[in-house]
């Protein structure tokens, strides 16, 4: 089992898009998936047309076991399932919190699915608390979103300075270019300079398409709907670039 995290701890960068779109893929491709969905606005599961609630003994996370496997659901797509969000979830960090070793929490909730799936994705908010440690720990690989602006990468700067900081120094990045429209000066510029700057970035920009902004009206994936749009290219595209470094 392999776990990514879509994960930035700036808002609005495409997460839960990518996230959606690569669960898909992993899927399409064979894979048995799971998307966990651990933001409390639960977009992630709207997408997939699923009730966002979990099985009261499950709100948590705070033990594994069955409460947690009867709250998976099945999606429309082959091979693809979901733990979807619950708005207990904007209280988290909190709940690890109050136990012991909260931080290693969320990895052992995950651990006893790794028979059941290949990957597990986690759509996960923009914070950096006790539920970010938790991801931190518990995910193999975190991939980020950078929207090309100044502000996207200080953002993620500080991201990597609290890795650094905190014992996560050795964990697995990748950076991928998110959101890139290129009608603007300053996107095309630092779409050029970003991933020279950065290291483990990868060749792939998604781009700011509408298809990407229709997922929240047709509830699907983009390559589902429109799969020779521009994004649905990209996102094949930033799958097999993923998939080949997993490998």
């Not at 966002?52 to 693809?80: C, M, Q």
């Not at 990597?160 to 990045?173: A, H, R, T």
């Not at 290129?182 to 095309?188: A, E, Q, T």
Request: hydrophobic share 40%; with cysteine; charged share 25%.
């Amino acid at each position: 089992m392999t776990i990514i995290a879509l994960y930035s701890n700036k808002g609005g960068v495409g997460k839960t898009a990518t996230a959606v779109n690569l669960a898909y893929l992993a899927a399409q491709s064979g894979a048995t998936t799971l998307l966990c969905d651990l933001d409390p606005q639960s977009s992630a599961t709207f997408y997939f047309r699923i009730k966002p609630k979990l099985k009261k003994k499950a709100r948590g996370f705070l033990e594994p076991g069955k409460a947690i496997e009867n709250s998976i659901k099945g999606s429309d797509y082959t091979n693809l399932d979901l733990l979807p969000a619950d708005f207990s979830h904007r209280n988290l960090d909190l709940r690890f919190y109050d136990h012991k070793k909260p931080v290693n929490r969320l990895r052992k909730v995950l651990k006893p699915l790794s028979q059941e799936y290949d990957y597990i994705f986690l759509d996960c908010p923009p914070t950096i608390n006790i539920l970010a440690e938790n991801i931190f720990n518990a995910s193999d690989y975190l991939l980020v979103p950078l929207i090309p602006t100044t502000l996207s990468l200080r953002t993620h700067l500080q991201l990597l300075d609290f890795l650094d900081d905190n014992g996560y120094k050795s964990k697995n990045i990748f950076t991928f270019l998110s959101m890139v429209d290129r009608r603007k000066n300053l996107h095309k510029e630092l779409s050029t300079e970003m991933p020279n700057r950065l290291k483990n970035a990868l060749p792939v920009a998604i781009p700011y398409q509408s298809q990407v902004e229709q997922m929240g009206i047709r509830r699907e994936p983009v390559p589902a709907f429109a799969p020779q749009c521009e994004a649905a290219l990209a996102y094949e595209a930033l799958w097999q670039e993923l998939s080949s470094r997993l490998e």
